[in-house]
């Protein structure tokens, strides 16, 4: 009888060796950076959207307020806070004239409290002279 042997696996075969493995693992580390950074990208944008619909809504509120006023407000600055969706807002209604003497341009300038007083929003709208 013959005794059987296993048969016989060249060096090449047995593996991976230590370079390509220390290849593969630069690539993964690159790849899982370049996912990180991503996912880390969008987050702030995330944010950032946030904060501005926010301020969207806050600056359309004040709009809408002072459109619907029973009296037209009168040509100057008006500053106020208020708070929506968790949030302090500073509001800055900047009323001007128009050539048109039966409309005002408004101004509505929108920044967070939180954020000392930066800019984030400014939304413009037409007031007619209330009948």
């Known amino acids: 009888m013959r005794e059987s042997r296993a048969p016989r696996i ?6 991976f060796s230590l370079l390509e493995v220390l290849v593969a693992l630069a690539i993964i580390g690159l790849v899982l950076g370049a996912a990180t950074r991503a996912a880390g990208q969008h987050a702030r944008h995330a944010i950032t959207l946030q904060a501005l619909t ?10 809408a ?4 006023a029973p009296t037209w407000p009168p040509v100057g ?11 302090d807002w500073s509001r800055t209604a900047v009323i001007t004239a128009t050539a048109d003497p039966s409309l005002r341009r408004l101004d509505v300038e929108i920044r967070p ?19």
């Open 10 to 15: 060249s060096a090449r075969k047995r593996g």
């Open 54 to 63: 926010e301020a969207n809504w806050v600056a359309l509120n004040r709009i």
């Open 65 to 68: 307020q002072l459109q619907l």
């Open 77 to 87: 600055t008006l500053r106020d806070r208020v708070a929506m969706a968790g949030r």
């Open 113 to 131: 409290v939180d954020l000392e007083g930066e800019l984030l929003l400014t939304r413009t709208a037409l007031l007619p002279r209330p009948q």
